[in-house]
Nanobody, 122 residues
């Protein structure tokens, strides 16, 4: 089970920190990722972190602004979002996959959190 939290409303240029806590039945997690889905658009890859080694991947649109990190002891992944832009507005979802090589593809994820809304006003 994945529980996402930390969304909210922020002005452009501001920051937010999302959390994704994993609990319950475990499986061979290879990576934890964040995706986002804006109104009327498809779910898109944002970033992912390999579990447990810590390698990361970022979408070009968030490189240099977003940082993914993990707390292995707490089974929690964080998404620090800085310099937010209105186009970052979306529902953000965390997911877990057992196939790192497909980490950019939402269809390859085994579990999803419930989503948390991020709204960036101009």
């Amino acid at each position: 089970q994945l529980q996402a939290s930390g969304g909210g409303v922020v002005q452009a240029g501001g920051f937010l920190r999302l959390s994704c806590a994993a609990s319950g039945r475990s499986f061979n997690i290879d990576g934890l990722g964040w995706f986002r889905q804006a109104l009327g658009k498809e779910r898109e890859f944002v970033t992912a972190i390999m579990w447990p080694f810590g390698s990361t991947l970022y979408a070009n649109s968030v490189k240099g602004r977003f940082t993914i990190s993990r707390d292995s002891a707490e089974n929690t992944v964080y998404l620090q979002m800085n310099s937010l832009k209105p186009k970052d507005t979306a529902v953000y979802y965390c997911g877990a996959t057992d196939r790192w090589r497909f980490v950019r593809f939402s269809s390859k994820y085994n579990y999803w959190g419930q989503g948390t809304q991020v709204t960036v006003s101009s």
